[in-house]
């Protein structure tokens, strides 16, 4: 059965640095989310992605994050400046084409920022 | 704003019982739909269960049901004959409809299947 992919599972970098999270969705997939789950904290929204442009956002995702489809498979966030609150389980999403399609999840990466 | 909540942080049953783990929900919205999410340990987050709202009738998935109560914005899991396997966090998560379809998640339960 096919699955959303996410590189690395777990990433360590320095408060400043950028970091580049990666997540290949579901093939014929065309709805691609980003989510992210602080420690002890509820798996919160932090953008949506159609047709190579972001659908929605929420607050929490400012000009420090962007995302990228660069090649048509792969579906990534950038942080260009981390935090140290940025440190995080980053889940990545991907959804068929109906609202009741449901979404299907990666395994996440974990983000630290030392 | 639209917010879920799950009122049991850590919940355990015997194998083969039946458990309940809550969720409610806040919102303004009529149409949306309500999902169940099981996320084994160290693995990525699988449907369980959906509900949409404009169904009266509640959503069964062989072992696993819902209790949908629209007008108490409740919406509990059942799980009958629990089995090892079933030992996960469960979420709780809301989708408003005709939106980028983004989800409200609860906090999660973690469930523990006892032998």
């Known amino acids: 059965e096919p699955e959303v992919t996410q590189t690395p599972s777990h990433q360590v970098t320095q408060m400043g640095q950028e970091v580049i999270l990666r997540c290949v969705p579901i093939?014929?997939?065309?709805?691609f989310y980003w989510y992210r789950q602080i420690l002890g904290q509820k798996v919160e929204f932090l953008v949506s992605?159609?047709?190579?442009?972001?659908?929605?956002k929420s607050e929490i995702f400012d000009d420090q994050f962007s995302v990228e489809r660069p090649d048509g498979s792969n579906f990534t966030l950038k942080i260009r400046s981390t935090k140290l609150e940025d440190s995080a389980m980053y889940f990545c999403?991907?959804?068929?084409?109906?609202?009741?399609?449901?979404?299907?999840f990666g395994p996440g990466t974990r983000l630290t920022v030392l | 704003a639209q917010t879920v909540t799950q009122s049991q942080p850590e919940m355990s049953v015997q194998e083969a019982e039946t458990v309940t783990l809550s969720c409610t929900y806040d919102?303004?919205?009529?149409?949306?739909?309500l999902f169940w999410y099981k996320q084994p340990p160290s693995r990525q987050m699988i449907l369980v269960i959906r509900?949409?709202?404009?169904?009266?009738q509640n959503a069964t998935e062989n072992r696993f049901s819902v209790n949908f109560q629209k007008a108490a914005k409740s919406f509990s899991l059942k799980i009958s004959d629990s089995q090892l396997g079933d030992t996960a966090m469960y979420f709780c998560?809301?989708?408003?409809?005709?939106?980028?379809?983004?989800?409200?998640f609860g906090t999660g339960t973690s469930l523990t299947v006892i032998p």
């Open positions: 999403a991907s959804r068929w084409r109906s609202s009741y399609n449901e979404q299907f």
């Open positions: 093939s014929n997939h065309l709805y």
């Open positions: 992605f159609y047709n190579n442009e972001i659908s929605e």
């Open positions: 919102t303004s919205e009529s149409n949306y739909y």
């Open positions: 509900q949409e709202a404009y169904k009266q």
């Open positions: 998560a809301f989708m408003k409809q005709n939106t980028g379809n983004q989800f409200y």
